[in-house]
Every structure is written in structure tokens, then in C-alpha cells.
């Protein structure tokens, strides 16, 4: 059975946790992609998948980054598209159903209140790849906050209905939010070498950004005891085999296509 | 939630530095923070903007198309306000 193996050695160490990274990245693009022709008005259409392609092109430049670097003749689209399910190793909180939009406003939000002082802490970063990508993807970020921010206070404090939902969408996420401050074996080589920040260290402002905007929403985080972790070593629900079986379908359907 | 029931916005974008803003299109959104949200991501895709305004659409006062000829037709026949209209003596030189 192909599962994702613990590194080698702390060169494969890095590399797997650019590769998480840009799982990460890939698999909630996916995600956002799905709302394309579904989203709630015209705008938000637009919108998401904006979000979506942001997301997708951090993810392009860390598996090219991975590909070249581990030097076995695959490219960025082997490793986005030809790996199997065990093989990915995103947080579980990213390949989450979309559910309704106020599960998927959540999901951003809590995702981008990560990833904004992830990024602003990898400007410092030992590795050049990952300095150019923060310096792009921390702008993204900013604005993803600000999105999801904007549009959870809205449902937070709109209707009885809207708060109803965004306040399940924020239990049904909870569980898998502790994993996003666990650095693998991997991330922590990488940490330890100055190439990406302790996720750990982030969790302060993380809290900081979701209480400010829970609070003028109106909204609670529930205490969870029990995280759900193993994401990293490629544990996944159910619905990221769904998810791959759509993201990989064409190139699986006819290898090697190009466009 | 439809985007019947949602107000319109007026979307103006300046593309540069030293240009106004241009009306670009419209967006559904319930308020101005919002409506701003909505006009980024849908009209400044393509790197078109520095800058957007927007303004609720029913604010916007506009001229009654009847009131057409009486507005804008006895402007035909005044062509001295073009500067075109008048010859600059050579000794002038370049204005």
C-alpha cells in the first residue's frame, strides 16, 4: 500500500514540508473551485474562486520547487495530480466538505488566520523559494482574512438563521483546528533549519485575529478536547478520495494531457 | 438570500495614478464594506485598478432621457467653445 513515508533524511525532510504546504494550498483551492457556477450570487462566484487561484499558485510554485529539487524527473502536475490518496499530506481542515457557505467562510477564515502570520514570519526564511512565495502569499492572505472576516460577522450577526449556521459551521470545524499548529517530523527539520516558522508560535495571533472577529459576530469557539490530527501522515477522510477523483480525473483519463 | 433583494452598487475603478475614476459596472452587496469586497473581485481581475470607489446606485441622480433635446441639443451649433474654432496667430508659436 503507497502511504506518505516518514523522510529520509533531513534534505527529504525539507522537501516534505514544502510538500504539505502545497498540498495544503491545492486542496482547498479544489475546494473553493467546486463553488465555480454554484456560489451564492454572481459576486461571490467570482469571488471564491479568486481565492481559489491564489491558493493554486502558491501551490504550483511549491510542487515545481519539490519537483526540481528531489531530482526524480516528476514535475509540479505529477505531484498535484498522479499521487494516490495516502499520499497527500494537507490538513484535514482543507479537504472538509464545502457544506453550506457559512462552513466554507469558516474553513477560510480559520485557514488564512494561519497562514497570514505563517507568511509573515517566513519573509525571513532561510530558503529563497520560500521568501518569494510569502512575500506573494502574505498579500493573499491579508485579503482572505478581510473576505471571510467581513462575511462571518454578516452571518455571525445577521439573521437568526445565518448565526445558527455560522455558528454550527464553527463546530463542525473545531475538531480539526488543533492540527494546524502541529509541525510533523518533517516541518520540524524545516523549522529547525530556519526554512519555515514554528507552527506552535503561531497559535497566539491566530486566536487573536478569530476572536476579534467572533466577537463582533457574535459568535462562540467551543472548547474541543479531542483534535483530529493525522492529516500529515496521509490519514484522510473519506471525502478527499472524492475530492482527488474530480481534481485528478483528466489527467488519470488522459495522461500526460496538456492545455 | 437573493441578489434580487440586495441593493446595487455602482462600481468607478482608477486604473493609474493622475486618472479619475470610471464607472465599470455595478454589484449586488447589503453594505458599502461589502459592495467594496465584491467590486475587487469582480472587477479588478486583471490587475485594472489602483483605486475604487462605489455608491449606492439609488443615490445616483441622473438626467431624464426625455429631458434629452432640451439638455444637450442647443450645444450643437456653438462651435466657438471648441478650441479648435479658433486660428492662433503664428507669432504665438507653440501653446
Not at chain 1, 495544503?24 to 474562486?49: F, I, K, N, Y
Not at chain 1, 533549519?193 to 497559535?203: D, M, N, Q, S
Request: charged share 30%; hydrophobic share 40%; with cysteine.
Amino acid at each position: 500500500m503507497v502511504f506518505a513515508k516518514p523522510p529520509a533524511d533531513r534534505e527529504e525532510a525539507q522537501r516534505l514540508a514544502l510538500l504539505e504546504l502545497a498540498d495544503d494550498h491545492l486542496v482547498l483551492s479544489q475546494r473553493l473551485g467546486e463553488w465555480c457556477g454554484h456560489a451564492p450570487t454572481l459576486e461571490e462566484d467570482l469571488a471564491l474562486t479568486n481565492l481559489a487561484l491564489d491558493l493554486l499558485g502558491t501551490a504550483r510554485t511549491l510542487y515545481a520547487t519539490v519537483a526540481e529539487r528531489e531530482g526524480r524527473g516528476r514535475s509540479e502536475d505529477d505531484l498535484a495530480m498522479l499521487r494516490v490518496e495516502r499520499e497527500y499530506r494537507n490538513l484535514l481542515l482543507v479537504e472538509r466538505p464545502n457544506g453550506d457557505f457559512a462552513h466554507t467562510i469558516a474553513r477560510q477564515l480559520f485557514f488564512a488566520a494561519f497562514m497570514r502570520p505563517f507568511w509573515e514570519r517566513a519573509l525571513g526564511s532561510g530558503d529563497e523559494v520560500v521568501r518569494g512565495v510569502a512575500g506573494k502569499a502574505l498579500k493573499e492572505m491579508r485579503y482572505h482574512v478581510r473576505h471571510a472576516g467581513e462575511w462571518t460577522v454578516r452571518l455571525g450577526d445577521g439573521t437568526e438563521e445565518s448565526h445558527r449556521r455560522m455558528q454550527a459551521a464553527i463546530e463542525a470545524l473545531r475538531p480539526y483546528l488543533d492540527e494546524l499548529f502541529v509541525s510533523s517530523e518533517a516541518a520540524k527539520v524545516a523549522e529547525e533549519e530556519g526554512i519555515l516558522p514554528v507552527r506552535a508560535e503561531i497559535r497566539p495571533e491566530w486566536e487573536e485575529t478569530v476572536a476579534e472577529v467572533f466577537d463582533k459576530a457574535g459568535l462562540t469557539m467551543p472548547e474541543w478536547p479531542h483534535p483530529r490530527l493525522g492529516g500529515r501522515e496521509g490519514l484522510h477522510g473519506e471525502e478527499l478520495g472524492h475530492l482527488l477523483a474530480e481534481l485528478q480525473y483528466l489527467q488519470r483519463a488522459y495522461p500526460g494531457a496538456q492545455w | 438570500m437573493s441578489e434580487k433583494e440586495m441593493p446595487l452598487w455602482e462600481v468607478f475603478i482608477r486604473p493609474r495614478n493622475g486618472l479619475a475614476h470610471k464607472h465599470a459596472g455595478s454589484v449586488h452587496a447589503w453594505d458599502a464594506e461589502m459592495a467594496l469586497q465584491a467590486a475587487r473581485d469582480v472587477y479588478t481581475r486583471r490587475g485594472e485598478g489602483t483605486s475604487i470607489w462605489v455608491v449606492q446606485s439609488a443615490q445616483i441622480v441622473a438626467s431624464d432621457p426625455n429631458a434629452a433635446e432640451e439638455l444637450f441639443d442647443p450645444t450643437a451649433d456653438k462651435i466657438y467653445r471648441h478650441p479648435t474654432f479658433y486660428k492662433i496667430p503664428e507669432e504665438v508659436g507653440h501653446m
